[in-house]
């Protein structure tokens, strides 16, 4: 990487430094200081690295992206409203930088928090410094270096012993500038014996090229249980870079579920950690088209016995799009009896369309049972006949079944008002003739 | 109804029919039986338009326009039905969605209005009667997880609902066991009509237990080699088709 491009990003650091939240904070400004060093000396990530072989991340170094002041009348309204779920607080954050105008604010019930990092930063400094950075500590990587020195905001939740938290908390990441910089860090907590559901959305206005830089720590107690869906429906010009870190402790649970429709490069990460009894799903569907590129990437570390964890994911890739999947399970020697299955279901819809998938277990315990698949397949002919066969032309018919493919991803969306947010995008970013959402 | 003449079709490099011919009028029902790798498969798939199939001569007239110029939806919108021997499982689009994709399809290829869904699940619910179906099979995938009999009944269900004018049933009875092939022979019965003509397409007599055909045709090596009414059927019963097979043999 470029001298100049890590000069821009120091630079960057150095114009905003006075307006980064717990900028008071010392281990805080240690913290950005120490992770603005290496990501200087590191930059991003190139594809020498095993881990980034298949996604070249050049078209994020030539651009130079600056954080913008958020100019939150540039928000389509509209736009937002399609993202709105029955029953959500919303915490809304546009250019990286939470809105209050737009959020919706949970109701203060009970001891829960759900409030912009910089907010937590003022009043819950003790707590955030308990977790900060803890997950992520034996992750490197230089997108981690460049969040944490640059993050602007992001949204803190924190969920005391056993509450059961009915309503979701929605935080939607919006957007705007062209060339501008959202870098967002979300830290989550969840007491023991504790139950929540957090939503994560990602969107961009349709013209401009940004970058979305976003982390998330999740830090779940003994028994505690999490339900996670993120929607990632950046703009068609918009770079992602996501990533969760998990870390489950014993006899907790982590639903994840991943829907990647949006941006023109795109890296989803999810980590987890299983502790003794633990569990955890990891569900997935990505879209790409056109010239999108969407790179997932998954692992999962049972660390302690019993554990047990599914993860399934398809993706769908047209034209000249590439996708990608790395899945890594790794069972550590004392994690006996772990349970674990990992599957990749692709469906190619063109001759020039790739993905590359790759499934890792790295197994060190002797009584486990592991499994993975992998396919990479067209529609199914026979399919499509049956379909004609019933009066219903050959357009509609793959349509139909490409719809099918994805949707089974999305039935198993608990929540109804989620569910139909993730249909209609899924039903905008499809070819619809033959598809109608009145008759699902 | 349906005039095929001297139908020659490969697939690959295997000719499979060697000159068939066949006219079916309005109302009547043909059994088209023979001994495996007859012929009898491909024959339905052929008049369905299934890919992978190459008409080397001869033509097949439904009425009176050319059936093997017609793509697949056109030939169901014009009114053939297939009934599958292996009817497809297809996760993720639910029974009802199929058939009022189908029955909308054929609608509007008939220029009339799509049906409103009070009148279409009261189409539905009458004919899921026929089969004896419960209504929750609307709800679930197509023919996922579905017995080899709720699979067939399926088919008779799909048929009921469209209103074919000719329905081919590839050999609807095999793995059925016989209160399924009960159900699935009233289901046929009910839909007899002076208008609508069928297509038996099997291997055994058993199914003509329960639909009686006005003709019954036997197919093998190719070609049609015999012809006669219900009672040939009971003569193949009795004695095989060896008998047939060597008579095809020496006419080739």
Same mark, same amino acid.
């Given at each position: ?66 954080? =913008? ?5 540039? =928000? ?80 803190? =939740? ?89 870390? =489950? ?192 | ?252």
């Amino acid at each position: 990487m470029s001298t100049e491009l890590k000069q821009h990003y120091t630079a960057q650091y150095s114009a905003i430094k006075a307006s980064l939240p717990g900028m008071g904070l010392s281990w805080l400004n240690t913290a950005r200081e120490k992770a603005l060093a290496n990501f200087s000396e590191s930059g991003f990530p190139s594809p020498r690295e095993e881990e980034w072989r298949y996604t070249n991340i050049a078209p994020i170094e030539r651009r130079r992206f600056s954080s =913008v002041s958020s100019p939150f009348e540039a =928000v389509d309204r509209s736009r937002l409203k399609q993202f709105s779920i029955d029953g959500a607080a919303s915490l809304v954050f546009v250019n990286g930088r939470s809105n209050r105008e737009l959020s919706v604010l949970p109701e203060p019930a009970r001891g829960i928090i759900a409030c912009s990092m910089a907010e937590a930063l003022e009043l819950h400094a003790d707590r955030v410094r308990e977790y900060f950075a803890g997950v992520l500590n034996k992750e490197s990587n230089g997108f981690l270096a460049f969040n944490t020195a640059l993050f602007t905001d992001g949204a803190f =939740v924190y969920v005391p012993q056993d509450m059961k938290v009915a309503s979701p908390v929605h935080l939607i990441f919006v957007s705007t500038g062209a060339d501008g910089l959202s870098t967002t860090r979300n830290l989550v907590i969840a007491g023991p014996g504790s139950q929540a559901e957090i939503i994560e959305s990602y969107i961009g206005s349709e013209e401009s090229g940004y970058l979305s830089a976003a982390v998330s720590e999740l830090v779940l107690a003994e028994q505690a249980d999490i339900r996670w869906s993120k929607l990632q429906c950046e703009s068609n010009r918009g770079f992602h870079f996501g990533g969760l870190y998990a870390d =489950v402790g014993r006899y907790g649970r982590l639903n994840h579920a991943n829907f990647s429709f949006g941006g023109l490069l795109a890296r989803n990460e999810v980590h987890v950690d299983l502790s003794e009894a633990s569990e955890c799903s990891l569900d997935g569907l990505f879209l790409c088209t056109g010239r999108q590129h969407v790179d997932h990437h998954t692992r999962i570390c049972h660390r302690e016995a019993h554990g047990f964890s599914r993860e399934s994911y398809k993706g769908i890739l047209d034209q000249r799009a590439r996708g990608v999947f790395q899945g890594r399970i790794i069972v550590a020697r004392d994690a006996q009896k772990t349970d674990a299955e990992m599957s990749n279901r692709n469906l190619l819809l063109s001759s020039d369309a790739e993905i590359d998938s790759k499934p890792q277990l790295e197994i060190y315990a002797d009584d486990v049972k592991c499994a993975h698949g992998v396919t990479v397949g067209q529609l199914d002919e026979q399919s499509v006949f049956y379909l004609r066969s019933r009066g219903v032309d050959r357009e509609s018919a793959r349509n139909m079944l490409t719809f099918a493919f994805a949707n089974e991803m999305v039935e198993k969306v608990k929540r109804p008002g989620l569910r139909s947010v993730i249909q209609a995008e899924l039903l905008a970013a499809l070819p619809q003739t033959g598809v109608r959402k009145e008759w699902l | 109804m349906l005039a095929i003449e001297s139908l020659h079709v490969r697939v690959e490099d295997k000719e499979i029919l060697k000159g068939i011919s066949l006219n079916v009028g309005a109302g009547e029902v043909h059994a088209i039986m023979g001994p495996n790798g007859s012929g009898k498969s491909t024959l339905a798939h052929v008049l369905a338009g299934r890919d992978g199939y190459t008409v080397t001569s001869g033509m097949a007239t439904y009425n009176h326009a050319n059936l093997l110029a017609m793509p697949p939806e056109e030939r169901a919108r014009e009114g053939v039905f297939l009934a599958f021997q292996y009817p497809v499982e297809i996760p993720g689009v639910s029974n009802i969605y199929l058939l009022k994709t189908a029955v909308n399809a054929i609608r509007k290829h008939r220029a009339l209005e799509e049906l409103d869904a009070m009148d279409f699940i009261g189409l539905v619910k009458s004919k899921m009667k026929l089969v004896d179906m419960d209504e929750q099979f609307l709800y679930r995938a197509v023919n996922e997880g579905f017995s080899g009999g709720e699979k067939k009944r399926n088919e008779i269900l799909q048929m009921a609902v469209l209103e074919p004018r000719l329905a081919i049933l590839d050999e609807t009875d095999s793995g059925l066991d016989i209160d399924a092939l009960r159900v699935v022979s009233d289901g046929v019965n009910a839909l007899r009509s002076k208008d609508r003509s069928f297509i038996l397409v099997t291997h055994y007599q058993r199914l003509l237990d329960y639909i009686k055909p006005d003709f019954v045709h036997v197919l093998a090596g190719g070609r049609i080699v015999k012809s006669g009414d219900a009672s040939l059927a009971l003569e193949l019963e009795d004695r095989g088709y060896g008998w047939l097979e060597q008579h095809a043999g020496a006419a080739s």
